[in-house]
């Protein structure tokens, strides 16, 4: 199946950095999305992305589907950023299951 | 509007008993998935229902089942529960077939079998 590979597993940052994650994917996807998931496990829906580029406020995606990766960056970081940021596809090939990342855990230190 | 509504959110069991978790879709979602997260891993996925049909399974043993019913609900069964099964399950919708759709996800059932 297709494999996900999330960088990196882990990021300490001050309040007001910036930061980018990045996510690998080994095969063409017809769904990419990117969550954040709360320290009490929800997970929020941040972008839905299988190619180009967009922007919510201080997050912005950039998925290149040709080369097989995503981007997420977070600018100015708060604390409320915290949490794990999961990328998430779906296959052309085979069922129509999300097949989640790793996972990136972010802090945010005041 | 009210998102995906999962009960109840948190549960204690016995091994060997058996648990059903619930899960109402966004209103006018066909599709309906079901997800197990491990404590410290990404969420694997169980099953999906598209207009009451299974659409897709994954790699769990028959003691989990899953239905979606004529209002597009959703519930899931585990049987014989072990102490491996504890995690957070997680319920996730869709307008129409996931491939091209944006995927919303619920609070999560937290089930601790003990």
């Known amino acids: 199946g297709i494999q996900v590979e999330q960088s990196p597993p882990d990021l300490i940052l001050q309040e007001g950095a910036n930061s980018t994650l990045r996510c690998n994917f080994s095969?063409?996807?017809?769904?990419l999305q990117w969550f954040h998931q709360n320290p009490w496990g929800q997970l929020i829906n941040l972008f839905y992305?299988?190619?180009g580029t967009k922007q919510n406020g201080r997050l912005s995606a950039t998925t290149v589907a040709t080369e097989r990766y995503s981007l997420l960056y977070i600018s100015s970081s708060q604390t409320t950023d915290s949490g794990v940021y999961f990328c998430?596809?779906?296959?052309?090939?085979?069922?129509?299951?999300?097949?989640f990342g790793t996972g990136t855990r972010l802090t945010i230190i005041p | 509007d009210a998102g995906v509504t999962q009960s109840p959110t948190h549960l204690i069991k016995t091994r060997g008993q058996q648990v059903t978790l619930r899960c109402s879709p966004i209103?006018?979602?066909?599709?309906v998935s079901w997800y197990q997260q491990v404590l410290g891993q990404g969420p694997q996925f169980i099953f999906q229902?598209?207009?009451?049909?299974?659409?897709g399974r994954g790699n769990f043993p028959d003691r989990f089942s899953a239905r979606q019913f004529p209002n597009y609900s959703s519930e899931l069964n585990v049987n014989a529960l072990l102490l491996g099964d504890s995690a957070l399950y997680l319920c996730?919708?869709?307008?129409?077939?996931?491939?091209?759709?944006?995927?919303?996800f619920g609070e999560g059932s937290w089930l601790t079998v003990v």
């Open positions: 996730a919708s869709s307008f129409d077939r996931n491939s091209g759709n944006t995927i919303y």
């Open positions: 095969d063409s996807v017809n769904n």
């Open positions: 992305i299988p190619s």
């Open positions: 998430a596809v779906i296959s052309n090939f085979g069922n129509e299951k999300l097949t």
């Open positions: 209103s006018g979602h066909k599709s």
């Open positions: 229902y598209y207009e009451k049909e299974e659409r």
